[in-house]
């Protein structure tokens, strides 16, 4: 099998990575600002962009639906119809000013797989099905992997009670966005349906590049916990009250950042904390802030290191809260635990790899993936594809043709090569 041709002009011709490219920009003008890309979970572009994915699901030989969350999903039936499928998939929501190929990239492989067996007529003993999952950064509601979660039967009803920023709560979004907020759970599949779950994606991290290294195999996805903190002062005039009566909720967070940082900066192995939004009020040059907030994202190698920063962090805000005089309120938002890819499944992802002619080179992902969610009902593997510079939810995010071509080469030779798990087998 060799997608890589020579044209007439003497130019390399990438069968699948130059289509990947091509849809990867297309996809990406959808936004909801032309200056920069954002298309955030039940907004009219993340509309856009579902029926944009559709359309190429259908001409690739799929049946293909929007599910009961906003999913994308489509299915490429197997020798026989009914099979348990090999699930393949990623997100198409997107961060605020991101990059083109967060998400989309598994998403528009995994249909270039698809269309390249359905143009040479091949059905395999067992179906495919490529999901293009509605959120999974989170950005709306404060929660991330709300399609995976629905699709995992793991989503929790409470969330539809809360509010974007404008105000907007997610059952409301959902009946904008043409869906209904009450059958979620129709989007949820039974394990017996699916024999894996499989997710190509940009590597997000230098490693690769470093390694000179177009893809590589994922061990692990690191554990995450996201924390939405609120302090509460006292608001008043930026003239009249002296410095030493104040209770500046502003400052008090500051104070609370910088601490975060350092702590995480201090650590030797591998914590990383970020505060990633604030909110001051009532936000007037000439008022001291009387309450903010603000959230965080701490991960680290392993669950029980970052459950104990989490509880170190909390105690130190706890502490600057207190002698500032500031009221504290920490709640947890969301909270992933680690999730090791399946031994079975990475062993064939290797292969596939060094079928192609690739070293095949192991490495974590530190960044949280629908994979977490889908560990409920499958086991998981990812392929990494490596991207310029490690720069990702960022818009310099790049992929080099090249690269998204071995991706969609190794992504193709698994599923053409690709056994279900053995009962007795491993892992
Ligand atoms: C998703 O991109 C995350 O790791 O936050
Ligand atoms: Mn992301
Ligand atoms: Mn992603």
Redesign the pocket.
């Known amino acids: 099998m060799s997608m890589t041709m020579v044209a007439s002009d003497g130019a390399r011709q990438l069968l699948l990575g130059d289509e990947i490219v091509g849809r990867i920009n297309r996809l990406g003008d959808i936004s909801e600002a032309p200056e920069h890309l954002a298309r955030i979970f039940l907004t009219p572009e993340h509309r856009a962009a579902a029926d944009l994915i559709l359309s190429w699901m259908r001409d690739a030989g799929m049946a293909a639906h929007l599910d009961a969350i906003g999913n994308v999903c489509g299915r490429y039936e197997g020798n026989r119809p009914g099979l348990p499928c090999l699930m393949l998939g990623s997100h198409y929501d997107t961060v605020r000013d991101a990059g083109k190929w967060?998400g989309p990239l598994g998403i528009i492989t995994a249909i270039s797989c698809v269309a390249d067996l359905h143009k040479r007529g091949k059905r395999l003993p067992f179906a495919i099905e490529v999901v293009g999952f509605a959120d999974?950064?989170g950005v709306r509601f404060a929660s991330?992997l709300l399609g995976s979660r629905a699709v995992a039967g793991t989503f929790v009803e409470s969330v539809l009670g809360g509010k974007d920023r404008a105000g907007i709560t997610m059952r409301e979004a959902m009946i904008a966005f043409g869906l209904d907020p009450d059958h979620i759970g129709a989007a949820a599949r039974a394990p017996g349906e699916l024999l894996a779950y499989v997710e190509l994606h940009i590597e997000q991290g230098p490693v690769l590049e470093a390694k000179n290294l177009p893809v590589g195999v994922v061990t692990a996805i690191a554990g995450?916990t996201r924390l939405a903190a609120s302090l509460t002062g006292m608001a008043g005039h930026a003239g009249t009250v002296p410095m030493a009566l104040r209770r500046d909720a502003l400052t008090g967070a500051a104070e609370c950042i910088v601490a975060i940082e350092e702590f995480c900066r201090t650590d030797p192995d591998g914590l990383v904390g970020t505060v990633g939004h604030i909110d001051a009020m009532p936000g007037a040059t000439n008022v001291i802030p009387g309450h903010v907030s603000f959230t965080m994202d701490i991960r680290a190698p392993t669950d029980s290191h970052r459950r104990r920063a989490v509880a170190d962090i909390v105690r130190r805000i706890e502490g600057i809260a207190k002698a500032r005089a500031l009221a504290l309120q920490v709640d947890v938002t969301h909270e992933n635990r680690t999730v090791p890819c399946a031994p079975w499944l990475k062993a064939q992802v290797a292969e596939a790899v060094a079928a192609e002619g690739f070293a095949v080179f192991e490495l974590p992902s530190g960044?949280?993936h629908d994979g977490m969610a889908m560990i409920d009902i499958a086991d998981v593997a990812m392929i990494f594809v490596r991207c310029r510079g490690g720069i990702s939810?960022h818009p310099d995010e790049h992929v080099e043709a090249a690269d998204a071509d071995a991706g969609a080469r190794v992504l193709l030779r698994l599923i053409e090569n690709f056994r279900p798990r053995e009962k007795a087998e491993p892992g």
Do not use: F
Request: hydrophobic residues 25%; glycine residues 12%.
């Open positions: 967060d999974e950064e991330t995450a960044a949280g939810h």
